[in-house]
């Protein structure tokens, strides 16, 4: 019964705030850039900005990783706690969003405020310049309803790599895919091959991809988040193996998961929504290993 | 686990001696074999060819069975069993569908396995079918000295909602799908296919078969762009 509960209240789910208007169009048509053109734009911003290299002056460093904020104007509090954990935290460290930090429109300035603290990094441009660097991926709540231009002003680009250096020693290899539509768009996986092939020679330590669709639907409770086609999972799984990824993190599910396949490593994190069930972050121990942790956050 | 491969059992071969007076209709179809062949795109795999190869078996009124084999150009190659007990009712007729797919995705060493279970129910213009599958992805290089184990999927909505223009007995037919299975893939649950089919008997014993399929994805994240599409056409011989 519940599930059948999910699949008649799916729609409403999508767009589940006092601001959200159902816009079935977008069910059967883009109804803003797609993944093509949003790679496209980052692209254009990413060659302006040149590549990013973060200094870490340390082997060994902290990540903090949350996802599915959905914040809205009236609660946001665990998106707060998490903001607080983080720029309390001890150098070195840096931080990802993986996606849906909106509920629906109307809510960026509200995350704007949120993110927008002394010293934290919002985008490429700013994140050599601040100490507290943090790097966020589209999720579908934050582009559609034309949501996507404003995402763009505020952390001008969805799909882009940078790495962490300790001097001239190059550490580990981050890459950020928009999967915001459940779709990384041919464009993208050219990019993405290109970049894996010309990286996984240069002797990175780890080689981590964020992105907020979850490759795998492993977990039947979550029957109300959709993913990529069938063909799209093999093929993107079998390039990440190819080139020695380790570790690939997402969110969109709201339930923590892991699997191995084809040596790949795939976390999916539970949501840091106000209203959900088993709300938490993690943190992740960069060093010649890497050791995850997860934080609940506090209840009420 | 045994448990449920007996209940299922007993559910298959319970259901066609429900079904104890035979009556015409669905129940008729005859043995066939068919061949098709298909252009198909999509984003991942780009412009690829498929042949297809199907077999029809209706061992006796209320039990039926197919065999298919689709050969793709992309180097994937999949084969699917179908169990098929039915029983007349006053309107319509009312059937199981058990399905097992296998997948063999060789451009990327893996398999994907698929089986489901179904209830359907059709009458001349309409046939609907609900059911759940499970899917088993398992990478064909996977060591036994690693953590490594295959992906279980354990939970997938079936459903397929098939609307015909004139009676599915009549010489010529044309049919709307809506659904995330076809003959070869069964998509996840948030994965729609939208497909146009036809068919005109051009002799006793011939059918002309065509088709066309589109694949969005992202319906449901509300940003849909076009995925895929395949268009088929080929023929049956019916025996």
């Known amino acids: ?56 002056f340390s082997d060994e460093y902290t990540i903090y990783v949350c996802t599915d904020s959905h914040i809205t104007r009236k609660t946001h509090k665990n998106l707060d706690y998490f903001m607080a954990q983080y720029l309390a935290a001890p150098l070195p460290k840096m ?60 952390f001008k680009t969805s799909a882009y790599w940078f790495d962490t250096n300790n001097g001239s020693k190059k550490l580990d290899l981050f890459i950020c895919l928009d999967s915001a539509e459940g779709e990384i768009g041919t464009k993208q996986t050219a990019w ?22 979850h490759l795998w639907k492993l977990d039947g409770s979550q029957g109300h988040t959709s993913n990529y086609a069938l063909e799209a999972s093999y093929e993107l799984t079998s390039l990440l193996s190819k080139y020695g990824v380790e570790y690939v ?20 994190l539970n949501a840091t929504k106000d209203s959900e069930k088993g709300q938490s972050y993690m943190t992740a121990q960069m060093g010649e290993g890497i050791s995850y942790q997860y934080f609940d956050f506090p209840k009420e | 686990m045994k448990k449920h491969l007996a209940l299922f059992c007993a559910l298959v071969l319970a259901l066609p001696m429900l ?37 029809l078996m209706p061992i006796n009124p209320h039990f039926e069975m197919e065999a298919k ?27 199981v569908e058990t399905d097992v797919l296998y997948k063999a995705v060789a451009r990327n060493r893996l398999g994907d396995m698929t089986a489901a279970l179904g209830v359907g129910y059709r009458m001349d213009y309409v046939s609907v079918t609900l059911g759940l599958f499970c899917r088993v992805i398992d990478n ?18 079936l459903y397929r909602l098939e609307v015909f223009c004139r009676p599915q007995n009549n010489p010529w ?40 399929q589109c694949k969005p994805t992202g319906m449901f994240h509300l940003d849909a762009t076009f995925y895929g599409a395949t268009f088929r056409t080929g023929f049956t011989y019916k025996f």
Not at chain 1, 196 to 208: A, D, F, P, V
Not at chain 1, 253 to 262: E, Y
Not at chain 2, 31 to 37: E, N
Not at chain 2, 192 to 208: E, I, K, Q, S
């Open chain 2, 140 to 157: 064909w290089d996977r060591s036994v000295h690693t953590d490594e184990t295959y992906v279980v999927e354990p939970f997938n909505l």
């Open chain 2, 69 to 95: 084999v689709q050969l793709s150009t992309a180097n994937v190659y999949t084969g699917v069993v179908q169990l098929r007990p039915k029983f007349q009712v006053p309107v319509g007729e009312l059937f």
């Open chain 1, 1 to 56: 019964m519940k599930k059948i509960v999910y699949l008649v209240v799916a729609l409403a789910l999508v767009a589940c705030s006092e601001d959200s208007t159902l816009d079935i169009k977008g069910m059967f048509s883009p109804q803003g850039e797609t993944v093509n053109t949003r790679f496209e734009q980052s692209m254009a911003y990413n060659d302006s900005v040149g590549e990013i290299h973060l200094e870490m």
């Open chain 2, 173 to 212: 037919n044309l049919s709307f799908m809506f659904s995330n299975v076809d003959d070869y893939q069964m998509e996840r649950m948030w994965q729609p296919l939208f497909m146009v089919g036809a068919w005109y008997d051009v002799a006793d014993h011939w059918r002309l078969n065509f088709g066309v």
């Open chain 1, 249 to 268: 993190w997402s969110g969109h599910q709201h339930a923590r998961q892991s699997v191995i396949f084809k040596g790949v490593q795939y976390l999916v």
């Open chain 2, 19 to 55: 079904a104890a007076v035979h009556q015409p209709g669905f129940g008729d179809r005859k043995y066939s074999v068919t061949g098709m062949l298909e252009y198909s795109y999509n984003t991942t795999w780009g412009h690829h060819g498929n042949m297809d190869i199907q077999a």
């Open chain 1, 95 to 154: 931080a990802l969003h993986l996606g849906d930090l909106i509920d629906a429109q109307k809510n960026y300035p509200c995350a704007d405020s949120v993110l927008r603290q002394p010293g934290v990094a919002v985008n490429q441009a700013q994140s050599i310049l601040r100490p507290f660097p943090l790097f966020i991926t589209p999720g579908n709540h934050d582009i559609y309803f034309k949501q996507w231009p404003i995402y763009r002003d505020l």
């Open chain 1, 192 to 213: 993405l091959k290109n970049l894996l092939e010309t990286k996984s020679k240069e002797g990175y330590r780890h080689i981590i991809v964020f992105t907020h669709t």
